[in-house]
């Protein structure tokens, strides 16, 4: 069974760095694309960023390119979602997920198998 946990969410101020985790267990994951999502309040879960497990090709939303980068470490199946220049609308539960799509490499939709329990971002002004 796969599981993925989330970790390294919390209260930052605006201008300020996070660093969140994503731990998967389970299952090798060739041919996974490995992705972020984000849901604030009252909002649709939103695509943030996206990473192809087997060859590192990433992939961003608009409104946090520049500002944050997605990494993975193979050996630890891990995946990083390192987010800098945070600013309060990017308050919201961030969730990691992982989905088997062979030929595919980012999957920006909400079409995933596999997500984690989500972790709490606050960002204030």
């Known amino acids: 069974q796969v599981q993925l946990v989330e970790s390294g969410g919390g209260l930052v101020q605006a201008g300020g760095s996070l660093r969140l985790s994503c731990a998967f267990s389970?299952?090798?994951?060739?041919?996974?694309?490995l992705g972020w999502f984000r849901q604030a309040p009252g909002k649709e879960r939103e695509f943030v960023s996206g990473?192809?497990?087997?060859?590192?090709?990433?992939h961003y939303a608009d409104s946090v390119k520049g500002r944050f980068t997605i990494s993975r470490d193979n050996a630890q199946n891990t995946v990083y979602l390192q987010m800098n220049s945070l600013k309060p609308e990017d308050t919201a539960v961030y969730y990691c997920?992982?989905?088997?799509?062979?030929?595919?490499?980012?999957?920006?939709?909400?079409?995933?198998?596999?997500w984690g329990q989500g972790t709490q971002v606050t960002v204030s002004s």
């Open positions: 389970g299952r090798t994951f060739s041919s996974y694309a």
């Open positions: 997920a992982a989905e088997r799509r062979p030929g595919t490499r980012v999957v920006v939709t909400t079409e995933y198998d596999y």
């Open positions: 990473i192809s497990w087997t060859d590192g090709y990433t």
